[in-house]
């Protein structure tokens, strides 16, 4: 069977950079760095199970050429069945990880109609401080006044982390005229492994800005909400 090393090597303008398993914000910040040295415009951070078509990119491209306060991009997100995927979320808030894992589906729906904004219509842009970390397209020039991904995060905040940090300073867009799919696994809803590593770290973002006290979170997701509900 052929490596992901020796694949990558037939394969013009493709480097392969191996490391150990070191955590994804980590893993990403390897290639980022290297983004960065040889004066790269844009990195893509996108998972293996993502595929899109040819159109996507350079139509991304095209959008962060004509608008310069943009860090990042995601585009609209499905499973390979066509259903959207809610990756268009707000920042979230101790409650809405509870819901989503242990209380009743009546219960937990009516919270996340709100955090997953199931009122939005996914068809308009919308600058937004959470981007699921699927897909996101960055700007590399903004990573010197942000940081890169917070290594403390072996996995699964690092996208909530990174967006709100470069949201503080640029417009970070949905940006829906083009479509990748995501086949998505879920594994922290199927593994208990996957789901303490989940927890673990989430204990650790709520450290990091705040479990009841955020105030970037209050006012960044009431004025999203104030735009989805103008916009209905």
């Not at 998505?184 to 770290?201: E, Q």
């Amino acid at each position: 069977m052929q490596s992901i090393a020796d694949f990558c090597a037939t394969i013009d303008k493709v480097e392969y950079i191996g490391s150990d398993n070191i955590g994804y914000g980590a893993g990403h910040n390897i290639a980022i760095r290297k983004a960065t040295k040889l004066g790269m415009k844009y990195h893509l951070v996108i998972n293996s199970d993502v595929y899109f078509g040819e159109e996507v990119l350079p139509r991304l491209v095209e959008y962060m050429d004509k608008n310069e306060d943009v860090a990042q991009v995601q585009p609209n997100v499905v499973y390979p069945d066509g259903t959207l995927q809610y990756g268009c979320r707000l920042l979230p808030t101790p409650l809405n990880l509870i819901s989503r894992r242990f209380l009743f589906h009546d219960w937990n729906e009516r919270i996340n109609r709100n955090f997953l904004l199931y009122d939005f219509d996914r068809k308009t842009p919308m600058n937004l401080p959470y981007h699921q970390g699927s897909f996101m397209l960055f700007r590399t020039e903004c990573f010197k006044k942000v940081g890169l991904f917070d290594e403390r995060f072996f996995m699964y905040p690092e996208d909530i982390d990174i967006t709100r940090r470069m949201h503080k300073h640029y417009r970070t867009m949905f940006w829906p005229e083009v479509t990748v799919v995501h086949a998505h696994r879920a594994a922290s809803y199927k593994s208990l492994r996957m789901l303490a590593i989940h927890s673990y770290n989430m204990i650790k973002y709520f450290n990091k800005w705040g479990w009841i006290f955020d105030r970037e979170r209050k006012e960044w997701n009431k004025s999203i909400l104030e735009n989805v509900k103008n916009n209905k």
